[in-house]
C-alpha cells in the first residue's frame, strides 16, 4: 500500500550541487533501522557523517518528522541516535531518499559515528582486505 501512495505523490526534486554537508561523508554499506511514531522500517544508508545521513529503500517520511535510527555497521556496533527528516527527494538514480539531521547528541555518539566511519572508510579503500587481516 505504501508503494502506491508513493507512485501517486509529486516527483521529489533532485539534490542540488549547493545541498552539500559541510561535515565529510562517506559511501558506505551501512543499514539502518528508522522508528518513527507509526512505524519501524529499514534503510539503505547512502551517506553518512556525525550530523546526518541520507537514507533510501525505505518509506518517505515527512519533512519535520522525529526518528530514532539505529545505524548497523560493517564490524561496528549498533549506533543509536534521534533525529527529524529536514530534506526529500530523489538521488542520481532515481531512489526516493529521506535526509536526516542527527539531534544534538553526546560527544559519545559523535565519537562512535566518526570511528565507524573511519573504519568504513578504510574498508572501502582496501576492498575489505584491513578486515580480513583482523579476523
Request: proline share 5%.
Amino acid at each position: 500500500m505504501q508503494r502506491h501512495a508513493l507512485e501517486n505523490q509529486k516527483p521529489l526534486p533532485l539534490i542540488s550541487a549547493e545541498d552539500r554537508r559541510q561535515h565529510p561523508r562517506t559511501m558506505s554499506h551501512t543499514t539502518c533501522t528508522v522508528k518513527t511514531r507509526h512505524s519501524v522500517d529499514d534503510y539503505i544508508v547512502r551517506n553518512l557523517s556525525v550530523s546526518g545521513a541520507l537514507l533510501t529503500r525505505g518509506p518517505v517520511h515527512g519533512l519535520e518528522t522525529s526518528v530514532q535510527i539505529l545505524l548497523h555497521m560493517p564490524l561496528y556496533p549498533d549506533i543509536e541516535v534521534l533525529g527529524r527528516v529536514v530534506r526529500r527527494g530523489r538521488d542520481d538514480d532515481n531512489q526516493p531518499f529521506i535526509g536526516i539531521e542527527f539531534d544534538n547528541h553526546g560527544d559519545d555518539t559523535e565519537d562512535h559515528i566518526q570511528s565507524a566511519l573511519l573504519s568504513e572508510i578504510e574498508r572501502s579503500q582496501t576492498g575489505g582486505k584491513i578486515a580480513d587481516i583482523l579476523d
